[in-house]
């Protein structure tokens, strides 16, 4: 069973940014896609960006541009570079390992206008 744990969310003005990360643990085996997943209270899960192995990338139309999505020269971490944070970017932020079917706890991200 794939671990993910998140960390660096916080509190940040508009306009700012903000790095998230996410490490994997409990495989010795490449993870071929990772991705950032995002929930905003009484909404749904929605995506934010998926990368593979290749460095290959997508983006959700809502932050393409603002957002970068990066794999970790450590095997089995991605990033999260957020930039020009919106109030609505306001969610918890969830990294997930989709063909492991693995999700992490959630880090929570509050920008406020």
């Known amino acids: 069973q794939v671990q993910l744990v998140e960390s660096g969310g916080g509190l940040v003005q508009a306009g700012g940014s903000l790095r998230l990360s996410c490490v994997a643990s409990g495989t010795n085996l490449p993870i071929y896609v990772m991705g950032w997943y995002r929930q905003a209270p009484g909404k749904q899960r929605e995506l934010v960006a998926t990368i593979n192995s290749g460095g290959l990338s997508n983006y959700s139309e809502d932050v393409k541009g603002r957002f970068t999505i990066s794999r970790g020269n450590a095997k089995n971490t991605v990033y999260l570079q957020m930039n020009s944070l919106k109030p609505e970017d306001t969610a918890v932020y969830y990294c997930?390992?989709?063909?492991?079917?693995?999700w992490g706890q959630g880090t929570q991200v509050i920008v406020s206008s």
């Open positions: 997930t390992a989709p063909g492991r079917g693995s």
